[in-house]
């Protein structure tokens, strides 16, 4: 597909116009607005409203918060693709679908239901609280919140990855010797990592940034369970825009450096495949561990 | 899928991952979907439908379906026009353009909010110009339907690159040189190979568009009745403790949300069933 010399199809200089007018008026103008708010405060004020022991604690919360999301679902969830890959079992297509619930449920919906589902008197709340752990209004239920806002993102990810592990892999590794867990940890956890690691950055990156679901089952207690988000939105309320542009600033710039990182990412992964190893390699390596 | 012993875990690792992963989705799936619908009608079906009737509730309803159809032309023209000129012609850059198209999958939504309310607040950039000329869009309709646009943006254009990517340029060409304008061609060749794709993108767009909260919630300012969407208006009812008013509203969301899915788990099969037949089709001329 070499037809760069000339263009035999129209519209080009249309659709990349109005892609770049568009995407400058709607995305990169006002996010550029911010960045020039921010300016006004210099860099050294935005920094001491963002290490300020309030902002502080709310970029903990909420980074620490996000990451045991990404990592339970990182784990659970590599668990949930394999089955829905590898095992048959009753009303499958459905537990698939279902899956994509937190991309269609508003997170409002999803917010308080967990809170009423943990609180004290709820159908789980009820079974928790007698054993001395309270999730309702404290930062466990920011991490319940979370990890249901993002439980798509790690098996939507793995699913295609485990499809496209050749079984000839496998049983040539078996062939070799390797026994079944040498298999899993030689070769088909390799094959999947970058894809795993891809579904935990985008499971964090989506949880940092979340909160219309947080705010119900948080409590919202400064230092203890409130979110960066929150802090912003009250520092609005009391039109504070200079501090809440900060921190929104700060928010934007880590974005972006989990953005790029996903992104480097899935270069690395896409690279990976390109040049995966020879079959014999992978399975001679399996069966090397079991010797 | 075929498999041998040697390939398969043994019986009892297969039934304890299978027992957890399906109680992990029971418990952070099944049982909130399934709360949802019990706290709404917890006082019975006609406490429910009384719930529903209720004059804010219901133009909540309208303003988040209004929304919803006011954001969809914009989405649908920038996505069919940013992937035509991304996936069919070659320019530099165009990595880039790809990497800010998805930027505000990375913006939170709070702060998706926030930057509008910079450029139109009555202290923002255009705020005196605005208020001289008595525009509202901040905590108007207008201000909300821009957030959910921002939030919305990436969602069609990333489904129809690959899409149209893989499709390549050929039957574009052929119509083209056989003498079809660029509508005809649009028109009879490029929209019937990726009216699925463009389906998906919209039914993803438009849950996304229905169910914001955060970047609609900054920019609404809460105004009853005026610009509380369905979303908006479910905290509010919560707040007051009034569960079973916010449960019927969340029972509609989470109606929506059914819907969605299923919605888009048929498109999905139509597009799997297309690309197996281009597949087949054109598998030589592919490497």
Not at chain 1, 75 to 80: A, D, P, R, T, W
Request: net charge neutral; proline share 5%; hydrophobic share 55%.
């Amino acid at each position: 597909m070499a037809a760069k010399t000339h263009r035999v199809l129209p519209g080009f200089g249309l659709a990349l116009g109005y892609t770049l007018v568009y995407l400058s008026l709607l995305i990169l103008l006002p996010l550029g607005g911010l960045i020039l708010k921010a300016s006004e405060l210099g860099f050294g004020q935005i920094m001491d409203i963002a290490l300020g022991e309030r902002s502080l604690a709310a970029f903990r919360v909420t980074f620490g918060a996000s990451f045991l999301a990404a990592a339970v679902n990182a784990f659970f969830g590599l668990i949930v693709a394999w089955i829905l890959v590898r095992y048959p079992f009753p009303g499958k297509r459905f537990v698939d679908a279902l899956v994509d619930l937190p991309f269609a449920l508003p997170t409002a919906v999803a917010g308080i239901t967990l809170a009423t589902l943990y609180a004290g008197n709820g159908w789980l709340g009820q079974f928790i609280e007698p054993l001395g752990f309270k999730v309702a209004y404290t930062p466990w239920g920011i991490v319940v919140a979370l990890t249901f806002i993002t439980l798509p993102f790690v098996v939507r990810t793995l699913q295609p990855v485990i499809e496209d592990i050749e079984t000839e892999v496998e049983e040539a590794a078996a062939s070799l010797g390797a026994s079944r867990w040498q298999t899993f940890v030689k070769v088909i956890f390799p094959a999947i990592f970058p894809a795993l690691l891809t579904g935990f950055a985008l499971a964090f990156a989506r949880a940092v940034g979340e909160y219309g679901s947080v705010i119900f089952i948080a409590g919202n207690l400064p230092l203890i369970s409130e979110i960066t988000p929150l802090l912003i939105i009250s520092k609005l309320e009391q039109y504070d825009v200079l501090g809440a542009t900060a921190l929104a600033v700060v928010m934007l710039g880590l974005s972006f450096l989990l953005l790029l990182s996903v992104n480097l990412l899935q270069w690395w992964t896409a690279n990976r495949h390109k040049n995966s190893e020879p079959l014999e390699v992978a399975a001679a390596k399996a069966s090397g561990g079991a010797q | 899928m075929k498999s041998t012993r040697a390939t398969q875990e043994p019986v009892w690792v297969r039934y304890t991952l299978l027992t957890i992963g399906l109680s992990f989705l029971f418990f952070f799936l099944g049982l909130p979907l399934l709360a949802v619908f019990v706290e709404a009608l917890a006082q019975g079906v006609p406490v429910y439908i009384e719930a529903l009737k209720e004059p804010e509730t219901a133009s909540a309803i309208w303003l988040t379906v209004g929304i919803a159809l006011a954001v969809l032309p914009f989405n649908i023209v920038f996505g069919v026009a940013a992937a035509w000129a991304i996936a069919k012609f070659e320019f530099k850059g165009k990595s880039l353009l790809i990497t800010l198209i998805d930027l505000p999958f990375a913006v939170s939504p709070v702060v998706a909010g926030l930057i509008f309310i910079l450029l139109f607040g009555s202290q923002g950039t255009f705020g005196e110009w605005l208020s001289e000329h008595d525009i509202k869009i901040i905590f108007a309709v207008p201000g909300m339907i821009l957030a959910t646009l921002f939030i919305t943006f990436p969602f069609i254009a990333r489904e129809l690159i690959p899409l149209m990517q893989a499709q390549g340029k050929d039957e574009e060409e052929a119509a083209v040189s056989l003498g079809a304008s660029g509508w005809q061609m649009f028109i009879r060749v490029t929209l019937p190979n990726i009216k699925w794709g463009l389906l998906y993108g919209v039914i993803l767009s438009n849950a996304r568009a229905m169910g914001e909260f955060g970047a609609v919630s900054v920019v609404s300012g809460h105004i009853r009745g005026e610009t509380n969407t369905l979303p908006l208006h479910v905290e509010i009812l919560y707040n007051e403790y009034n569960a079973i008013g916010a449960f019927a509203a969340a029972s509609i969301l989470a109606l929506l949300a059914l819907v969605t899915l299923v919605a888009k788990t048929i498109v999905e099969w139509r597009m799997k069933k297309e690309t197996e037949m281009l597949n087949t089709v054109l598998a030589p001329e592919k490497t």
